[in-house]
């Protein structure tokens, strides 16, 4: 039912809502305006917020010092690769749990979900000797299958609730007009499905941009995805808040365009089956 | 050919049986109306067929071919769905066009059947539209076009028309029974509605509880009802049936009157009762009776129109050649 929204309440609702975005927003606005500063400002105190001589230096500092375009290269292949490494395990996955249940499909579905409730570092040492044992260490090829692996439960979850809303009688009117699984799959669930595959596969690219516990401890130098780019300018060097910043943005950057552009995707993504 | 045996077929969801082994023979060519409450399981029994449920024990027998654990894919079969089940992402000729695309079939063969079907179905302008650009009987158009366009050796209908409104049921019912004659293909076909069984089959199979009650054609259903519960499912309104002393006079534990074979009368009759309601169709009336000492109400059914208002007294007497009698057993009894 419709509520009759008053002008007043319209203009608190609006400046409440500003509020919040830009207390979420604020960490990343103000590693923005650091990048942009002297390392003499960025430590100043009390902290200046615009008023400051604006320069490019830290950029340059980075760009010279590292090889950006390496790091970023990683940090594509390895997010793309591991995104669609688990879509293609994800999706008979997915598959079978939605249109062949079996009494125990809900708890197979906790269960994957209860795995990301174990503390990364748990696993740190067993996964790290088998990373040696195998020679993937510090290789593209190994950060991919972690990766893959740890954002499995929530392509596989997301991909089941979309497919959940699928009717099962298009599925079995295929298989009456002659397709065989792999037909029913590539021509009738999968396009049926674009828009819910679609997000997860932003969803999970953005996760795996973002993953540093893993990208951090399993590459040295050939593999080091962005992550490893920013955590190279932090504390060892002493106080580099501005490069840093730089580092930061630069790293954030292209997800965050990715970001913007999708939103409209992602939203109705992380919300699809909310209303129905 | 479409000859479709059924041998001994049962299924079991767990434990729970839905159809006891069962025999059923539906011959080439014949228009099969599998009809019973909602729960007989008759939807199974159509979905066995299709292969789209696995039979627990039992043969199903295709063409002379076994075709028990054949996919649904390779029985040569075509489905038309309640729901429709069109594929939302593909324009019209493209759900027209899919089974034959699977059939690998040569492009321009699938083209003219394409317009064959679409111009049978008045589709033609509408062939480049998604399904949800079309109304409900032209989707259910669509889903038959669907079928039809690879020649299956039989149509299988799981209640087709229960998403159409009550005008365009009756046109589509029209529709299926002229492309029957035409196509002159077996067809089963599921409802709940009597009324569909009556008009469109050659053959009705009534079901209850995974059980045939009975297989005949729709006129033999309705004279000579094998036991009470095809009597009271077969006909509209449906068929009064009495029990207790006044069946025993007429000599018979149970005795079912159709609506239709009883006389009435303002002054006198064998059974008096008070009108209830009446329902003024102006073809025909129905009149519900009460307080008859026979049952809680007694349907009558006159041709025309004619004056009854709620209160008044009837007096009501049944065409005795026209008496159903049953058993103890609820079975008929000649």
């Known amino acids: 039912m419709a509520r009759a929204v008053t002008q007043k309440r319209k203009i608190i609702n609006t400046t409440a809502a500003w509020a919040v975005g830009l207390l979420i927003f604020f960490p990343i606005l103000w590693t923005i305006l650091t990048s942009f500063k002297t390392e003499a400002v960025a430590i100043a105190d009390p902290p200046v917020f615009l008023g400051f001589d604006w320069t490019l230096e830290n950029y340059a500092t980075v760009l010279e010092r590292s090889d950006y375009a390496r790091f ?14 688990g879509i293609i395990i994800a999706i008979p996955a997915a598959w079978s749990m939605a249109f062949v249940p079996s009494k125990r499909t809900k708890d197979i579905l906790l269960w994957m979900l209860s795995t990301k409730m174990l ?40 991909l089941y609730t979309y497919f959940k809303e699928i009717p099962g009688e298009i599925l079995e009117a295929a298989r009456m007009d002659g397709a065989s699984l792999k037909e029913e799959v590539v021509h009738i669930l999968t396009p049926m499905a674009i828009p819910g595959i679609a997000s997860t596969l932003l969803l999970n690219v953005i996760l795996a941009w973002n993953e540093a516990f893993w990208t951090l401890n399993l590459t040295a130098a050939k593999a080091a995805p962005l992550t490893a780019f920013i955590a190279s300018y932090s504390s060892p060097e002493g106080l580099f808040y501005a490069k840093l910043s730089a580092a930061s943005t630069m790293a954030i950057a292209p997800i965050l365009i990715l970001g913007w552009f999708s939103q409209k995707q992602l939203v109705s993504g992380l919300t699809f089956g909310a209303v129905k | 050919m479409g000859r479709i045996v059924l041998e001994k077929v049962q299924k079991k969801f767990g434990e729970v049986e839905v159809i006891p082994p069962l025999d059923l023979t539906i011959e080439d060519g014949e228009f099969t109306v599998f009809v019973g409450p909602s729960g007989c399981g008759k939807s199974t029994l159509l979905r066995l067929i299709a292969g789209l449920e696995d039979t627990t024990s039992g043969r199903i027998v295709i063409d002379d071919a076994d075709a028990t654990e054949v996919p649904p894919a390779k029985r040569g079969l075509a489905m038309v769905f309640q729901s429709y089940a069109l594929y939302p992402h593909m324009s019209v000729r493209k759900n027209i066009a899919f089974p034959m695309k699977m059939a690998k079939m040569p492009e321009d063969e699938q083209n003219r059947r394409i317009e064959a079907a679409a111009k ?53 019912r029209l529709e299926i029974s002229e492309l029957h004659e035409r196509l002159k293909t077996t067809m089963i076909y599921v409802t709940h509605d009597q009324v569909e069984a009556m008009t469109m089959a050659d053959k009705i199979v ?15 259903l309705y004279h000579k009802p094998r036991n009470e519960f095809v009597a009271g499912f077969i006909g509209s309104p449906k068929m009064n049936i009495i029990h207790g002393e006044e069946a025993q006079k007429l000599g018979a534990s149970g005795v079912g009157i159709r609506p239709e074979h009883i006389d009435v009368s303002k002054t006198d009759g064998m059974w008096k009762g008070r009108v209830g309601v009446a329902e003024h169709l102006g073809s025909d009336t129905f009149i519900h009776v009460h307080d008859t000492g026979l049952t809680d109400m007694i349907t009558v059914r006159i041709t025309g129109d004619i004056e009854a208002r709620h209160g008044d007294t009837i007096y009501l007497t049944p065409q005795m050649d026209q008496l159903h009698k049953f058993d103890q057993q609820g079975l008929r009894v000649e």
Do not use: C
Not at chain 2, 137 to 158: C, K, M, N, T, Y
């Open chain 1, 72 to 85: 970023l290269w990683n940090s594509i292949i390895i997010a793309g690769g591991s995104t669609v490494l």
């Open chain 1, 119 to 158: 503390p990364a570092v748990g696993v740190l040492y067993p996964i790290y000797l088998i990373f040696i044992k195998m020679g993937i260490l510090d290789t593209k090829i190994g950060l991919m299958i972690v990766l893959m692996l740890i954002n499995l439960p929530i392509i596989v979850w997301m």
């Open chain 2, 120 to 172: 049978a179905l008045n589709l033609t302008d509408y062939l480049d539209r998604k399904p949800g650009q079309l109304s409900g009987g032209q989707r259910q158009r669509v889903a038959i076009g669907r079928s039809i366009v690879r020649e299956p050796s039989a149509f299988l209908f799981d209640e087709p028309l229960s998403n159409l409104d009550a005008a365009l049921r009756v046109g589509m």
């Open chain 2, 206 to 220: 009534v079901l209850r509880a995974g059980h045939i009650e009975q297989v005949g054609s729709p006129l033999e």
